[in-house]
Every structure is written in C-alpha cells, then in structure tokens.
C-alpha cells in the first residue's frame, strides 16, 4: 500500500512517518501532484498558522490538487482545519471539503488546549476498535464547530467536532500519531477503509 504525506512545509511530519513505520508501512513525503494523485492513502497533516500554510499550498498547486483526490484522505490537526470552509486564523478562506466553520477557543479557557482529552460520539469505521470517551493528544487554539460532518466529539468549553468525515475525506482535529494505541488504532483504520 502507497501511503503519501503531503510535504508542504506545514507540519511536523516526521512523528507521523515514525508512527506509520511501526505499523510496516513506509510512508512517503511528497508535494508531487503526480505521486499524490497515484497514492492509496494520502496524509494531510499541518501545524502552524492557517493563512501562511494555505499560502504554502497555493504555490505548489495543491490547494487545487486535494480537493480532486478520491482516495482516502486523512487532515490532522491543522490539515483538518484547512479541509474546512473557513477558519479565524488569519481570516482564512479553507479548502471547503467539510461545510463547517473554525472558530478560536475564547479567552476564558486556556489556550491552547494542550494534552489529552477524551472523544466521544464516535461514528465511523475510522474509530473501529477504539473505545468511547478514548483519550487523544490534542495542541490547538481554533476549533472546528459542532456540525451534521462530525464523527467524534471532543468538551472543551463546550463540546466542538474533533473528528470530520465528508465521503472520502476524513479529519481528526486530534494527533493519533502522538496518541499511543488508540492513536496508531485509528491510523491502522485509516489503512483498512475500504477505499
């Protein structure tokens, strides 16, 4: 199986090769339209600030290639955020995949929500094996909303998606490669989904 990480400058993608090299799979990083479109999973992943990691995807083209993919894909983090119509990070226009907006956790909670927090509500083969109210490792400040693409929830003043799914596309607000074995759990699902 050819499983590709998108390579855009975004993300700290190696922990993510790490966590697939011990499930046996040799991911590959790539910005290479070609080699992505040709992949059998591909790995949205992203860390940092919204507006300059959608600028990054501009120049390389890939803000046109993603959306087209029908594969399955997997957002984290970041990744996830920019699948999204919007975010108030840099007042940013995403790549509109899951019709939901991202809004930042207000002041009155410690931001960012950094650590482990439970999901619950879980919907879809993505969670196979993986318990109710699992804990996940979780580094964000903006959120997406509560919404009809939501697979798993997550209560942090108040409960917000951290699980989206939207036919091939799938996004996890949450870092299953920093989430021991629930998180390789999930990333294990994520291999088998009939694609």
Known sequence: MKVVIIDYGAGNIKSIQFAF???????????????ILKADRVI??????????L??????GL???IPTLKQPVLGICLGMQLL???TEEGNTKGLGIFQVDV???????????????????????????IEESAYMYLVHSYYAENCKEAIALTDYNGKYASA???????????H???SSTAGAQLLQNFLDLKS
Request: glycine residues 8%; aromatic residues 8%; charged residues 20%.
């Open 21 to 35: 090299n011990r499930l046996g799979i040799e991911a590959v990083l790539s910005h290479d339209p070609e080699t």
């Open 44 to 53: 949205f992943p992203g860390v940092g600030e919204a507006s300059s990691a």
């Open 55 to 60: 600028k990054m995807l501009k120049n390389t």
């Open 63 to 65: 803000n046109i290639v």
């Open 84 to 86: 999204c119509k919007s």
């Open 103 to 129: 809004k930042r956790f207000p002041n009155t909670v410690k931001v960012p929500q950094m650590g482990w927090n439970t999901i619950t509500n879980l919907k879809s083969e993505l969670f196979h094996g």
């Open 164 to 174: 989206l799914q939207h036919n091939n596309f799938y996004g996890v607000q949450f």
């Open 176 to 178: 299953p490669e920093k």
